[in-house]
C-alpha cells in the first residue's frame, strides 16, 4: 500500500471514531500525558486500535489519542510518542503527525521532557523551543516526496511559529512562570549523553537536548502546520551536575512541574 493510501485509512478510521474536526494538534511527552486527562467531551483510541499506527513500548508513556475540547479548542493529543531509539524509522516516527494533518490540525504543540546543556537553566525549567537542531542523521522526509503532502525541499528558517512563540511568553508572564528559550538539539538516544557530548552540543549552540520532537516538526513543518515547541527541563544534561541521568529523576521533574505545565499550555490554547 502507498503511503498517502495509509494515511489515508488511518485517518478514514479516525473520523468514523470521532464527532469532531480537530484543529489543533498535542505531541504530550515524557511525563507529560496527564494534559490528556483534562481534555473535555472526550474520545480515547489506543495506538494499537489504529490501522498503520506503530506501538509505542516505553514506560510511562500511555499511546494512545485523546481527541475533544480543551480551552474552548478542539484538540486532538497524542498521549504519549513514537521514538527512534524504539527502533522505528523516523516515517513511522512521524506517521502520527501526517494523520493529524489529514483530520485537519493547524497548529501542532509539540513537549517533550529535555536535558538542560544550558547552565543558567534548572530542573524544572519550561522551554520555548526557538529553534532546533537535528543531530540524528537521519531525516523523516528521505524517500519519495508526495507533493501533495509538501515540498521536496522544506523551508525550515521559520520552523518554530513567531506567533505562537510570543503567545507563549506573553502567557507565561501572566502566569508568572520564569519561562527560558532555546535552541534543542535531537540526538538519537536511547543511551544519554556523555559528559563530552554535552560540551559539543553547548559549542554548537543547543541550549537543550533530547530524544523526540524534531522529526514530528520536521514533518508538521512539511506540512504546513504552524509549530509550538515546549520543553521541560527535567534534568541537568550530563556532566553539568556531578550525578547520574536516570529516567526516575526525569519523572519526578514532570511530576513536579505539572501544574505549571498544563495551566501554561491551556492558556495558550485558549490564547490561540
Ligand atoms: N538527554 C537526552 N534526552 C533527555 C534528557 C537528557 O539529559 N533528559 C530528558 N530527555
Known sequence: ?????????????????INIKPDIGLVLGSGLGILADEI????????????????????????QLVIGELEGK????????????????????TFPIRVMKDLGIEKLIVTNAAGGANKSFKPGDL???????????DN???GENFEELGPRFPDMSNAYSKDLINTAYDVSKE?????KEGNYMFLTGPSYETPAEIKMVTYLGADAVGMSTVPEVIVAVHSGIEVLGISCI????????????????????TEKVKDDFIMLIRKILFNI
Not at 500500500?1 to 471514531?17: P, R, V
Not at 478542539?74 to 516516527?93: N, S
Not at 502566569?175 to 519561562?179: A, C, E, F, H, Y
Open 40 to 63: 473535555k467531551n472526550k474520545t480515547t483510541i489506543k495506538y494499537s486500535d489504529i490501522p498503520n499506527f506503530p506501538k509505542s513500548t516505553v514506560k510511562g508513556h500511555k499511546g
Open 234 to 253: 527535567t534534568n541537568m544534561a550530563a556532566g553539568i551536575l556531578e550525578q547520574p541521568l536516570s529516567h526516575k529523576e526525569v519523572i519526578e521533574t
Open 1 to 17: 500500500m502507498d503511503f498517502i493510501t495509509k494515511i489515508k485509512q488511518s485517518s478514514d478510521y479516525l473520523k468514523k471514531e
Open 140 to 142: 523523516p522526509l528521505i
Open 127 to 137: 522551554m520555548i523551543i526557538k529553534d532546533h537542531i537535528n543531530f540524528g542523521f
Open 175 to 179: 502566569l508568572n512562570i520564569d519561562i
Open 74 to 93: 478542539k484538540v486532538i493529543a497524542m498521549q504519549g510518542r513514537f521514538h527512534y531509539y524504539e527502533g522505528y524509522p523516523l516515517k513511522d516516527v
